[in-house]
C-alpha cells in the first residue's frame, strides 16, 4: 500500500514537471527571465525591454529572423517549438497589437541555426530611429 501511493505520488508529480515545462510561460521564468526580468523590461541598454517594438521586428523576415537568432534565444536549452512557443508568448505578452503571423517550429528551425556576428548593429538597422 505505502509502495502504491509512493509510486502514484512520483507519478503525478512527473506528470506535473512535464505539463510545466510545456507551458511557454515557465520556459520563459527558467530560459529566458534571468536577463529579460519578470515583466520583461529587460535591462537596457544591454538587454532591450520588450514592447511594442517587438512587433515591428515581427513584421518583416528579416525582422523575425532576428528574434529568432538573438543568441539569448537561439542558443537556449529548449527545441524549436518550444523556442516558437516562447516567442509567441512573448508577443503576445508585451506587444499591443495582435500578432496575425506567430512563429511556427519550421521558422525556427530555417533561422535558428545561422550564428549572428552583431545583435545590437542589425537592431538599430532594422528599426532605424524607432528606437
Ligand atoms: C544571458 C542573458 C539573456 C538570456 C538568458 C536571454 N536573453 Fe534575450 N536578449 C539578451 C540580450 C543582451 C539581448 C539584446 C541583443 C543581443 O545583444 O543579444 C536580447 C534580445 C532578445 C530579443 C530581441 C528584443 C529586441 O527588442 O531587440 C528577443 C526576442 C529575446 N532576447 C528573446 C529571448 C528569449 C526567448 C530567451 C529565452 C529562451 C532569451 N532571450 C534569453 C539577453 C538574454
Given amino acids: 500500500m505505502r509502495w502504491t501511493l509512493l509510486l502514484l ?8 514537471c512535464a505539463f510545466a515545462a510545456a507551458d511557454p510561460r515557465s520556459h520563459y521564468m527558467i530560459h529566458c527571465m534571468g536577463c529579460h526580468l519578470n515583466d520583461g523590461r529587460g535591462l537596457p ?16 523576415d528579416k525582422g523575425r ?3 529568432v537568432t538573438v543568441p539569448g534565444a537561439s542558443q537556449s536549452l529548449i527545441d524549436d517549438a518550444a ?3 516562447v516567442l509567441n508568448w512573448i508577443l503576445a505578452t508585451y506587444t499591443e497589437e495582435p ?3 506567430p512563429f511556427l ?3 525556427i528551425s530555417r533561422y535558428r541555426y545561422t550564428p549572428l556576428a552583431n545583435p545590437a548593429r542589425l537592431r538599430d538597422e532594422l528599426l532605424g530611429a524607432a528606437d
Avoid at 505520488?9 to 506535473?16: D, H, K, Q, V
Avoid at 541598454?45 to 518583416?60: Q, T, W
Fill in 9 to 16: 505520488t512520483l507519478l503525478s508529480l512527473t506528470l506535473l
Fill in 45 to 60: 541598454p544591454e538587454v532591450p525591454a520588450f514592447d511594442n517594438k517587438l512587433a515591428i521586428l515581427a513584421a518583416s
Fill in 65 to 67: 529572423e532576428y528574434l
Fill in 83 to 85: 523556442l516558437a512557443g
Fill in 99 to 101: 500578432v496575425y503571423q
Fill in 105 to 107: 517550429e519550421s521558422e
